[in-house]
């Protein structure tokens, strides 16, 4: 059983930066692809970025650009560098491990373990 522990979300303004952290219990076969989603109120979630073991990332067309994911093995921690933040980016945001070799956070059902998430609200 893989335990995911968010942190860093916060309230900011418009144009603000927030780091968000994921410690994982472990590096496994099930933490091969780590992911970040986030989830607004009354809408389905949403993938944001994704990076596997192998260093390779992926990123949604809202975070190009803004957002930066990375993960220090040594640690178990997954990291969302989050820069130019703006009011459409408020959500819970929530880290996510799977072992699929096709590292994308695209659907959420290709992710067997989630974090409790961590709110990220963006004030204009």
């Known amino acids: 059983q893989v335990h995911l522990v968010e942190s860093g979300g916060g309230s900011v303004q418009a144009g603000g930066s927030l780091r968000l952290s994921c410690v994982a219990s472990e590096s496994s076969y099930y933490t091969y692809c780590m992911a970040w989603f986030r989830q607004a109120p009354g809408k389905e979630r949403e993938g944001v970025a994704a990076i596997d073991k192998n260093g390779k990332i992926n990123y949604a067309n809202s975070a190009k650009g803004r957002f930066t994911i990375s993960e220090d093995n040594a640690k178990n921690t997954l990291y969302l560098q989050m820069n130019s933040l703006k009011p459409e980016d408020t959500a819970m945001y929530y880290c996510?491990?799977?072992?699929?070799?096709?590292?994308?956070?695209?659907?959420?059902?290709?992710?067997?373990?989630w974090g409790q998430g961590t709110q990220v609200t963006v004030s204009s």
């Open positions: 996510a491990a799977g072992s699929s070799w096709y590292c994308r956070a695209q659907q959420p059902t290709d992710f067997g373990y």
